[in-house]
């Protein structure tokens, strides 16, 4: 069995990335070859692989990419199904299955395995060895390598951030082992010592690296400024816990020092002054969609706003063995639908393992004029097939209503049992509407291609729309310019009911229906790195940290303080950016479909309704904070869907920057441990997450869990939890197959109780 803390001298099987991060062969490596300046600059580019450990598998996938109030695993495997609906099953510390969250917090300790990326503690042991050998360089070489040294302190603390950030208390190892260590004592070492470190490490970072560099992926100043910046605020959220009577909130005390809020306020200025004047939008990239949307350049890489990334090499030459798995982990199974919509590379494989929660759609409080929900979501698909044998029919309810309603003027008639789809068309539409807005069904169904809505109403009165000879049944009939039903009496009322057989669907029904759901556009790769393997690798950096999450740190950090002035004006920099700008085009599923829209519950300037949808006025002054967001009683403090436990003024402040985080940053994997950090986790997934929350939560009073009036038994929207949440799962647990390798000094096996008192909280 491998010993989990070990320091691996093969850095020649790491993986190299693009650019800098070129390595060359060394046909031998000792010891003394480290103690080079050679040596240490091949171990710095070796070293820059953990910046991969977010991205590159389920590991990090699934530790850090879901498990937020918004983003969720989908219920399409047992593993999944155990672990999003916190059965004890998928958590369990003596778990030995590879894909429950023990195990994959084994890699992320540092558990070796050939074709991906290493975890935490060898990292770690690269850092030591080089910042122990720098030390015993000549003094010209010390000053050559000092950025690099810059790096390595950079790569260290963040190294522990992510550890401290899943685990919480955690061995902190400041020193190299050259072989076998004499014993595997390795105690804890409080969060407190270990942000003293981190801060220390990243102090000193922040004043040797450059602010700029021409090698792209290259650690610099804003970078450590940035993660310096989310540590400062980190120890503050934790003083708040410090004497807490929960046992995992007071386990997320990193120490209290007065000064934290002011330091993290300082660093986060120096990449926000230093950017801001860049771009007409301080800094952000102009349009938010092209920080997301790939083109055969992967230009995306490229722009201002990102910070940090972990590199991917599109000819997938050094990617290792999955390369970025993200363009996998949150992609619903289209395949499975009668689309005429097969896995393409333009959409992705369909895996369908984690998707948005209800409340991931519904954080979007004004998709009219906040251009993130729709340059975020993949609403839509179109028929890529090359024939459209096995698409979905016209049945004569849905031919009649499309020929005499929906289209009456079409050249094209609907026929009965003819394929409803056409090739290069609208195969797929998804809308999350809210159920005070629910579409009528025929309406619905009558689409010329696949409507998947999450509420939908039957006919009046459940008595149909057709009489016995075919002819519609008086006033049954909706209006298709306004399809929206406002008066639901005596009709059903049903929750995800599939556009096409028109069966139940959600993340509950089955393991099929499970998988259909409106993915994120964010990490579609089309190219693959110019592949034609529509399984392949995907070759996008991962964005680690950009700009955008600064201004969120700094707004929070102010408003902490009470400075809610300071705060509403970094968070403006962010809704200046998010709206629709003069020149761009709104969707035409948002303008023709979205209910608010159609219902006019939200605006759009009437000329703007017109295709192309071309917007002439800047939407930002109706997307624009202005402080009644958390006042607690106003209709946008409603709309934020506050947990009842934020009670004052500050706690909605900073639950709004937690939406406005999830807003901007979901599906970019730091929801979670920045939820975890602020200590809100547990509550935004009892009140958010309806799969993972327990039978005894029923959502918020603003927005409660969906009930309809056709699910029964256990399955669909029965209106409370489906999961069994418990405060423990905010940290994952220590495996006990790492706890039962640990010895005393004395190189004796650990007791149960000393096991006992290691493990975290609850488990």
Known sequence: MKKYILLSLLITSLFSCKDFLEEKSVTTLTQDYYKTAEGLQSLCKGSYQFLRFKSDYNQGNYIFGVGSDVEVFDWSLADRIAMGSYNPSGWDPASTVSTRMTALTNFLIGSLSGGYTEGAYPEIGRCNLFLEN????????????????????????????????????????????????????????????????????????????????????????PAAAHLLAKIYLARAQGANFQNSTEPTLKALYKGSVTTDLDSCIFYASMPIDQLKTTTAYGGLCPNFGTLFTTTSDYARENQKEILLSA????????????????????????????????????????????????????????????SRYYKTFLTDYVATATTTSGGKPWDKATAYYYNNYLNPTAITKAVVGAVKLTLGKRSIVYIENSKDQPFDSLWVMSQPYIMMVRWMVGSPNGAGYFNADGTPKAGAMVNPANPVITNTAGRKVMYRISGDYGDQFGIDINTTNSQWYMGPRKWLDQYRGKSTDVNGSGSIDFTIF??????????????????????INDLNVIRKRAAYHAGENRSDVLVTLEPSVITGSLSIPAAEKVAPYAVTTDSYSKIAIDGTEWDGVSAKSVRENYPPTAASTLDRFINFIYNERGRELCFELTNVEDLHNAGLLYDRIYYHDMMGAPAASTGTTAFPFPKDDISKGSIGALGKGKGTLDRKYTFKPWPLVFLQLLTDENNNPLDAATIAAYQNPGY
């Open 311 to 370: 590199q991917y090499e599109p000819t997938q030459t050094y990617d290792g063995r999955y390369g970025n798995t993200l363009v996998h982990l949150f992609n619903s199974n289209h395949t499975s639908l009668r689309a005429c919509t097969p896995r393409t590379l333009d959409y992705g494989r369909p895996y369908a393992t984690a998707c948005p929660s209800d409340w991931g759609f519904d954080q979007y409080t004004d998709r009219a004029n906040d």
């Open 546 to 567: 950009r700009l955008a999450e600064t201004y969120l740190i700094r707004a929070e950090a102010y408003g902490r303080k009470g400075d809610f002035t300071s705060a």
């Open 134 to 221: 720098y030390a015993k360089l000549t003094s010209t070489d010390q000053t050559s390598l000092v950025a690099r040294k810059g790096e390595m302190l950079f790569l260290r603390a963040y190294s522990y951030f992510l550890l401290t950030n899943a685990l919480g208390d955690a061995p902190l190892i400041l020193h190299s082992f050259s072989g076998m260590p004499s014993n595997f004592n390795f105690p804890k070492a409080k969060m407190e010592v270990i942000y003293k470190q981190m801060i220390t490490d990243l102090r000193e970072a922040v004043n040797v690296l450059p602010a700029t560099t021409t090698e792209t992926g290259r650690i610099t100043k």
